[in-house]
């Protein structure tokens, strides 16, 4: 285990569900991360938290909604999804953002929207 | 901007040679870089950071790194593979904008170890 926790591993949703993905880490860092892995292509940042405060979104769709109500939770709210968004979601955190001391992974949350 | 270019997206080596990933960054600043490693449906695990100390960093498992200013360059290398490090890797450079540090990835190398 890193230090940084993700629930559930796995996750079949169909395109009218609400699901949510929980991110957990007791590391003591001040900032979180989400990140969408697609097969063949480049890890994506979605999220920033920095003290709590959503402090970036690289044009997220609206689909997408994070939450992050202390500085140890992070989660990603999903509802009516596509297929293009199955993929492998991973959280991170930091001591500070981006801090020369690189992130915390997660194992990530497996998505497959059907 | 800073930007990250990993030359092979596939390398194959036998079991018991060396390995060599390579890297190659810009930046606007005094960067710090990093290798991950991701194994099949794991998240990403730091094996090595540069971080303006030592140019050449050792990792875990036997990996390491060498900063080369003049060439921007931060290759990986293993002087023996094993099957265990059969995975994707990543390198990374951190630098800063106007939020503070900026990690930026590249698109990874996958490295299969042949027996």
Same mark, same amino acid.
């Given at each position: 285990?890193?230090?940084?926790?993700?629930?559930?591993?796995?996750?079949?949703?169909?395109?009218?569900?609400?699901?949510?993905?929980?991110?957990?880490?007791?590391?003591?860092?001040?900032?979180?991360?989400?990140?969408?892995?697609?097969?063949?292509?480049?890890?994506?940042?979605?999220?920033?938290?920095?003290?709590?405060?959503?402090?970036?979104?690289?044009?997220?769709?609206?689909?997408?909604?994070?939450?992050?109500?202390?500085?140890?939770?992070?989660?990603?709210?999903?509802?009516?999804?596509?297929?293009?968004?199955?993929?492998?979601?991973?959280?991170?955190?930091?001591?500070?953002?981006?801090?020369?001391?690189?992130?915390?992974?997660?194992?990530?949350?497996?998505?497959?929207?059907? | 901007?800073?930007?990250?270019?990993?030359?092979?997206?596939?390398?194959?080596? #036998? /079991?018991?040679?060396?390995? &060599?990933?390579?890297?190659?960054?810009?930046? +606007?600043?005094?960067?710090?870089? =990093?290798?991950? @490693?991701?194994?099949?449906?794991?998240?990403?695990?730091?094996?090595?950071?540069?971080?303006?100390?030592?140019?050449?960093?050792?990792?875990?498992?036997?990996?390491?790194?060498?900063?080369?200013? #003049? /060439?921007?360059?931060?290759? &990986?290398?293993?002087?023996?593979?094993?099957? +265990?490090?059969?995975?994707?890797? =990543?390198?990374? @450079?951190?630098?800063?904008?106007?939020?503070?540090?900026?990690?930026?990835?590249?698109?990874?190398?996958?490295?299969?170890?042949?027996?």
């Amino acid at each position: 285990e890193t230090g940084v926790t993700q629930t559930p591993r796995h996750l079949v949703m169909g395109m009218t569900n609400k699901k949510s993905l929980k991110c957990e880490q007791h590391l003591g860092h001040n900032a979180m991360y989400w990140y969408k892995q697609s097969a063949k292509k480049p890890l994506e940042l979605m999220f920033v938290y920095n003290f709590k405060e959503q402090t970036e979104n690289n044009s997220v769709p609206s689909r997408f909604s994070p939450e992050c109500p202390n500085s140890s939770h992070l989660f990603l709210h999903l509802h009516t999804l596509q297929p293009e968004d199955s993929a492998l979601y991973l959280c991170a955190s930091s001591q500070g953002r981006g801090t020369v001391y690189g992130y915390t992974f997660g194992s990530g949350t497996r998505l497959t929207v059907v | 901007a800073q930007s990250v270019t990993q030359l092979d997206s596939h390398v194959s080596v #036998s /079991e018991g040679t060396p390995v &060599l990933l390579r890297c190659n960054y810009s930046s +606007s600043y005094s960067p710090s870089l =990093f290798w991950y @490693v991701q194994h099949p449906n794991k998240g990403l695990q730091l094996l090595l950071k540069y971080t303006s100390a030592a140019t050449l960093v050792k990792g875990i498992n036997g990996f390491e790194a060498e900063f080369k200013k #003049s /060439e921007t360059s931060f290759h &990986l290398t293993k002087p023996s593979a094993h099957m +265990s490090d059969a995975a994707e890797y =990543f390198c990374v @450079v951190s630098d800063r904008d106007n939020y503070g540090q900026n990690f930026v990835f590249g698109p990874g190398t996958r490295l299969s170890v042949l027996p």
